[in-house]
């Protein structure tokens, strides 16, 4: 798959994340998405990612031993992981285009020809259709290299379900670790 490319829509830049820059963007981060939960994935198939619903998925299990002083360690770790991962692990940083400020994390995570994708949206810039823009930049760029594109939205997640199907996902029967349904892009045809 190779390093992901900035990928560009009407409000924003997705820049790639790299070791270099892992350690500011978490602190940058850390405090806007505090109210994300971390999920633990189990093994198989990869599932880490950032799921629509704003959790970090398949993260270190001690990820919540954090640093009370250090409240960007986590995120910090959690970066620096995905940046070093390897080309199979593609991480950017949402900026809107008027303003430097970062407003989340875009992930694809793939395995083969499949990428499962997520977003993670800071706290005060929610509701203002930046993941549907991300997620959509995204899948767009991974059909077009051939890739089936897939999300996982925790069952009963209202605001993860609304933006699957906003970006044209469609749900499957599919439940990882009982409460993540897989949902698939048609390709299209």
């Known amino acids: 798959m190779g390093e992901g490319p900035t990928l560009t829509t009407s409000r924003l830049l997705a820049l790639p994340l790299t070791v270099w820059n892992a350690g500011y963007v978490a602190e940058e981060l850390a405090s806007a998405l505090s109210f994300t939960s971390v999920v633990v994935g189990s093994g198989g198939p990869r599932q880490s990612g950032v799921g629509p619903d704003g959790g970090l998925v398949g993260t270190d299990p001690y990820a919540d031993r954090s640093d009370p002083r250090d409240p960007a360690g986590s995120l910090r770790r959690e970066l620096r992981r995905r940046a070093g991962a390897g080309r199979s692990v593609l991480t950017w940083v949402l900026r809107r285009r008027s303003e430097p400020a970062a407003v989340g994390l875009l992930v694809a995570d793939t395995q083969g020809r499949r990428a499962v994708v997520g977003v993670s949206i ?3 810039c929610r509701r203002e259709g930046y993941a549907t823009e991300a997620v959509r930049a995204a899948a767009v760029w991974l059909e077009y290299r051939g890739v089936l594109v897939e999300t996982r939205i925790r069952r009963g997640d209202a605001v993860g379900k609304r933006l699957g199907q906003a970006t044209s ?8 670790a009982g409460w993540w349904r897989v949902w698939l892009r048609p390709p299209a045809g």
């Open 122 to 124: 800071a706290f005060g």
């Open 169 to 176: 996902f469609v749900p499957t029967p599919v439940l990882v």
